[in-house]
């Protein structure tokens, strides 16, 4: 089964996620009529031509006007995350398949993640930083470690889900805030679903997956962290907005106990003079949670997956469906 297909996406990611590999893999199943282009200048005979699109960031939106031009497509590969911005209602009523990479993503922030939530249970940052600003040795003050340690997670969105698999790995029990969660499923994990309030009050570290919408914007805020328990870790791969980050300045300030391995911000990254940089009870890294540089290959490599179990029929794995975009992370 040969379909017709066209790249269209950011020129400058392209070849991060579609490489030769990838490249050779998708045209076993469509040809591909010329380069990958940007949104705005797709050709209107490749597109009208166009069975399948295959994108990542920067892709085209498919609105009205576009699907319009692409009479003949039915099935969207984006190699990226979330699709939000690119599928619209009309992609729905046209009976578009789309799949994207978004749980690929989500396996890579986990992996960091996971090395993140380790290193706190033993307090690792906290020594490196405390030995460097006294230029001594720093002893050792117990450490909770991983055995029994409560490890809560907010939201189990693809990426708290993923992180909560590979905790399974580890003696931690794993505990977890989310109003939309199957408990058949969080069981399946063997995570304890909990209040946020109990969560943030009895956990080791607490690590946050949670997407940034309207109604969790902020929702991290100064009674929460003050609320963590002694020596406790607050870990964010997720978005800097879901913290009040005025708030958390100042608990960090009045609790040099607790700890914050922050590898968001909002803005990102934060300016020049900001207490992120100076307090000694925060580490920030620059978003390095998910794929980058050759991880992204991952990306292309599970899209061009997507394409063979389509033409051979086969449930898509990756499949994204109006009914459950609307809380994934």
Same mark, same amino acid.
Request: glycine fraction near 8%; charge should be negative.
């Given at each position: 089964?040969?379909?017709?297909?066209?790249?269209?996406?950011? $020129?400058?990611? =392209?070849?991060?996620?579609? %490489? $030769?590999?990838?490249?050779?893999?998708?045209?076993? *199943?469509? &040809?591909? $009529?010329?380069?990958?282009?940007?949104?705005?200048?797709?050709?209107?005979?490749?597109?009208?031509?166009?069975?399948?699109?295959?994108?990542?960031?920067?892709?085209?939106?498919? @609105?009205?006007?576009?699907?319009?031009?692409?009479?003949?497509?039915?099935?969207?590969?984006?190699?990226?995350?979330?699709?939000? @911005?690119?599928?619209?209602?009309?992609?729905?009523?046209?009976?578009?398949?789309?799949?994207?990479?978004? !749980?690929?993503?989500?396996?890579?922030?986990?992996?960091?993640?996971?090395?993140?939530?380790? =290193?706190?249970?033993?307090?690792?940052?906290? *020594?490196?930083?405390?030995?460097?600003?006294?230029?001594?040795?720093?002893?050792?003050? %117990?450490?909770?470690? &991983?055995?029994? !340690?409560?490890?809560?997670?907010?939201?189990?969105?693809?990426?708290?889900?993923? &992180?909560?698999? /590979?905790?399974?790995?580890?003696?931690?029990?794993?505990?977890?805030?989310?109003?939309?969660?199957?408990?058949?499923?969080?069981?399946?994990? %063997?995570?304890?679903?909990?209040?946020?309030?109990?969560?943030?009050?009895? !956990?080791?570290?607490?690590?946050?997956?949670?997407?940034?919408?309207?109604?969790?914007?902020?929702?991290?805020?100064?009674?929460?962290?003050?609320?963590?328990?002694?020596?406790?870790?607050?870990?964010? &791969?997720?978005?800097?907005?879901?913290?009040?980050?005025?708030?958390?300045?100042?608990?960090?300030?009045?609790?040099?106990?607790?700890?914050?391995? /922050?590898?968001?911000?909002?803005?990102?990254?934060?300016?020049?003079?900001?207490?992120?940089? !100076?307090?000694?009870?925060?580490?920030?890294?620059?978003?390095?949670? %998910?794929? /980058?540089?050759?991880?992204?290959?991952?990306?292309?490599?599970?899209?061009?997956?997507?394409?063979?179990? *389509?033409?051979?029929?086969?449930?898509?794995?990756?499949?994204?469906?109006?009914?459950?975009?609307?809380?994934?992370?």
């Amino acid at each position: 089964m040969t379909l017709n297909g066209i790249y269209a996406m950011d $020129p400058a990611r =392209f070849e991060e996620v579609y %490489g $030769p590999d990838e490249r050779a893999a998708i045209e076993r *199943y469509v &040809t591909v $009529p010329g380069p990958n282009r940007p949104a705005g200048h797709l050709l209107p005979d490749q597109l009208a031509a166009a069975q399948v699109l295959i994108t990542g960031w920067g892709a085209p939106r498919l @609105d009205a006007d576009l699907l319009a031009s692409a009479p003949r497509l039915e099935l969207v590969l984006y190699g990226a995350g979330s699709v939000r @911005d690119v599928v619209t209602a009309d992609s729905w009523e046209r009976g578009l398949r789309v799949t994207a990479a978004g !749980s690929v993503i989500a396996d890579c922030v986990a992996e960091f993640t996971l090395a993140q939530i380790l =290193f706190g249970l033993k307090h690792g940052w906290r *020594y490196v930083l405390r030995a460097r600003a006294t230029r001594a040795p720093v002893p050792r003050r %117990g450490e909770p470690g &991983t055995e029994g !340690s409560v490890v809560g997670l907010v939201s189990l969105g693809a990426a708290g889900r993923a &992180t909560a698999r /590979l905790l399974a790995r580890h003696p931690v029990r794993v505990h977890a805030y989310d109003p939309y969660a199957d408990p058949a499923e969080a069981a399946a994990l %063997g995570v304890r679903l909990t209040g946020l309030d109990e969560l943030f009050a009895t !956990s080791d570290v607490v690590s946050l997956h949670t997407p940034l919408l309207p109604e969790t914007h902020g929702m991290v805020d100064g009674p929460l962290l003050e609320s963590m328990k002694p020596d406790a870790t607050l870990v964010n &791969t997720a978005r800097g907005g879901l913290i009040n980050e005025a708030e958390l300045i100042a608990v960090a300030a009045r609790r040099p106990d607790l700890f914050f391995a /922050l590898d968001v911000t909002d803005p990102e990254p934060p300016p020049a003079g900001s207490p992120f940089f !100076s307090l000694e009870n925060i580490v920030l890294t620059p978003h390095l949670a %998910g794929n /980058l540089g050759p991880e992204r290959r991952r990306l292309g490599r599970a899209m061009a997956e997507e394409l063979a179990r *389509y033409t051979r029929g086969q449930q898509l794995r990756h499949e994204v469906t109006a009914d459950r975009m609307e809380f994934a992370a």
